[in-house]
């Protein structure tokens, strides 16, 4: 609940995770699932997950999504090392 009314949504926790978890200014974490939809994944793994590379001020932030039976995009963000 206190992430919700930190960042006024209910929906998007990864996104908000990310804010949080990664220091990413709002303004760069909002641009991310219009960089999925505008940019071709780097990768589809074995298991059909699409994989991104994100470039950041704070480095490259590596993107796994993959899509659940429901048609909700489920996501995975960190930086590799």
Known sequence: RELKRATETRRNYGLDKIMYKHNIPKSEVTQIPKYVR????????????????????????????????????????????
Do not use: A, C, F, H
């Open 38 to 81: 505008n940019n071709t994944p780097i990768e589809v793994s074995p298991r059909g997950q699409n994989v991104y590379i994100i470039p950041t001020p704070k480095g490259d932030l590596k993107l796994i999504t993959s899509t659940t039976d429901n048609g909700i995009t489920v996501s995975s963000m960190y930086y590799p090392k």
